[in-house]
């Protein structure tokens, strides 16, 4: 996956390679090493659909070399993006929203709206069973 950055020229195989990557991650946390209850699905869908910004810094963080330190450099001043979680969103379309504006859900702590307004439109889906 940190080839395809460096290189500039396949974003959607680092994409797919740090999805998996934290899946897997994700995975261990839960059923091996039994650190975390759940899945946090959140987590998952903002590495596969993670900015330029977000996807650097998640190879960063795992890549014990400095290849990636440059291309940080680059993309350090990209406006992360963040999601809001409501699929009836009315203010960002495609759901897509400065990560710095989005709010987490009070309850879970893992997903993100962007609006009070979005997260009370999306309780009666997203609430705990």
């Known amino acids: 996956g ?6 500039d020229d396949d974003y959607d195989h680092a994409r797919d ?11 261990i946390a839960v059923k091996l090493d039994q650190t975390q209850a759940i899945m946090n699905w959140p987590k998952l869908f903002e590495a ?17 070399c400095s290849c990636l330190d440059e291309k940080y450099d680059e993309v350090k001043c990209i406006t992360k993006v963040g999601i809001c979680y409501n699929p009836d969103c009315r203010l960002t379309p495609s759901g897509e929203v400065d ?30 069973s």
């Open 2 to 7: 940190a080839q395809h950055i460096l290189d």
């Open 17 to 27: 390679s740090a999805m998996f990557a934290r899946y897997f991650e994700q995975y």
């Open 48 to 64: 596969y659909r993670g900015d330029m910004h977000t996807l650097v810094k998640f190879y960063r963080r795992r890549i014990p």
């Open 99 to 128: 990560r710095s504006k989005t709010m987490y859900c009070s309850r879970c702590r893992s997903v993100t709206y962007c609006s009070r307004e979005c997260q009370k439109a999306d309780w009666a889906v997203h609430r705990p």
